[in-house]
Nanobody, 118 residues
Framework: VQLQASGGGLVQVGGSLRLSCAAS????????MAWYRQAPGMQRTLVARITNNNMYNYSDFVKGRFTISRDSAWNTLYLQMNSLKPEDTAVYYC?????????????WGQGTQVTVSS
């Protein structure tokens, strides 16, 4: 599995960005895909997640502002980010959970930097 995130950049407060994650590899045993973020000196935290039965969950700090979506083939994952705040500044990572050998394996992309300026 390879994941390539893109779409980050510098944006002003209140602006929008759309992140994309191009994925390759097997799709037959995907459990979920998600976006995480990590600010300097902080732990990586879940932003939004979509499961293989189309269940969505969002962290409280992005509810109503961010939307996760994917294409039908699980080849691309998106994160539409609106009403951006300075505290959204972080490196955003794409994640794929795979059911393999009786367990869950996590795969990560390289991250894309999002900077929100006030």
């Amino acid at each position: 599995v390879q994941l390539q995130a893109s779409g980050g950049g510098l944006v002003q407060v209140g602006g929008s960005l759309r992140l994309s994650c191009a994925a390759s590899g097997s799709t037959s045993n995907i459990n979920a895909m998600a976006w995480y973020r990590q600010a300097p000196g902080m732990q990586r935290t879940l932003v939004a997640r979509i499961t293989n039965n189309n269940m969505y969950n969002y962290s409280d700090f992005v509810k109503g502002r961010f939307t996760i979506s994917r294409d039908s083939a699980w080849n691309t994952l998106y994160l539409q980010m609106n009403s951006l705040k300075p505290e959204d500044t972080a490196v955003y990572y794409c994640n794929r959970e795979m059911l393999e050998r009786g367990g869950l394996n996590n795969y990560w992309g390289q991250g894309t930097q999002v900077t929100v300026s006030s």
